[in-house]
């Protein structure tokens, strides 16, 4: 993996936090209770709920692995009003078509119903940092090049 940090609002840390806990505690516990059940069913060679109980328990593995990794080497930090777009900003953008769009700018770990997200690694979103309020901002995208508009900007509150 990488060393860099990836940010996380504390709203998302804790969120992840208590993800974290459940899976550890009430999902270990409930896919061992799968496994046995399953294994009492048998002959494990042909048994396809152990073999999907033992899938998921392989999949909820990786993800207490992610979850930990992400938590020990997240920077967890409120955002404050600098006026420019920066990574924990929400951005409200005009398009091309006159929509007005609100964008949370920030890794995916931190979304949030009600907020389109635009990673700071995405076109949108890496070509937003830096900006302020009236800046028409050009990006590419695989579908061609875009613009924006920036309306307002301010720090994400949640």
Same mark, same amino acid.
């Given at each position: 993996?990488t060393?860099e940090?990836t940010?996380l609002?504390p709203a998302?840390?804790?969120? +992840?936090?208590?993800e974290?806990e459940?899976?550890?505690t009430a999902g ?5 209770e799968r496994?046995?059940?399953a ?7 042909e048994?396809a709920d152990?073999d999907a ?5 392989? &999949? +909820?593995?990786?993800r207490i692995?992610?979850?930990e990794?992400?938590l020990?080497? $997240?920077e967890?930090?409120e ?9 924990? $900003?929400?951005?409200?953008? =005009?398009?091309s078509?006159?929509?007005e769009?609100?964008?949370f700018?920030?890794?995916?770990e931190?979304k949030?119903s009600? &907020? &389109?997200?635009a990673s700071?690694t $995405?076109?949108l979103?890496?070509a &937003?940092l830096g900006?302020s =309020?009236?800046?028409e901002?050009?990006?590419?995208a695989p579908a061609?090049?875009f613009?924006?508009? =920036? ?5 994400y509150?949640g």
């Amino acid at each position: 993996m990488t060393d860099e940090r990836t940010f996380l609002t504390p709203a998302a840390y804790k969120r +992840m936090q208590d993800e974290l806990e459940e899976l550890k505690t009430a999902g270990r516990r409930e896919i061992e209770e799968r496994i046995a059940e399953a294994r009492s069913h048998g002959d494990l060679r042909e048994n396809a709920d152990y073999d999907a109980a033992k899938n998921d328990q392989g &999949l +909820m593995e990786a993800r207490i692995r992610k979850l930990e990794f992400l938590l020990h080497t $997240s920077e967890v930090r409120e955002v404050t009003d600098t006026g420019r777009v920066e990574v924990g $900003s929400v951005v409200t953008v =005009i398009d091309s078509d006159g929509d007005e769009l609100e964008y949370f700018v920030a890794p995916q770990e931190n979304k949030v119903s009600g &907020l &389109l997200l635009a990673s700071p690694t $995405s076109p949108l979103g890496s070509a &937003l940092l830096g900006a302020s =309020i009236g800046d028409e901002v050009p990006y590419e995208a695989p579908a061609g090049t875009f613009r924006v508009t =920036i309306k307002a900007v301010r720090p994400y509150e949640g």
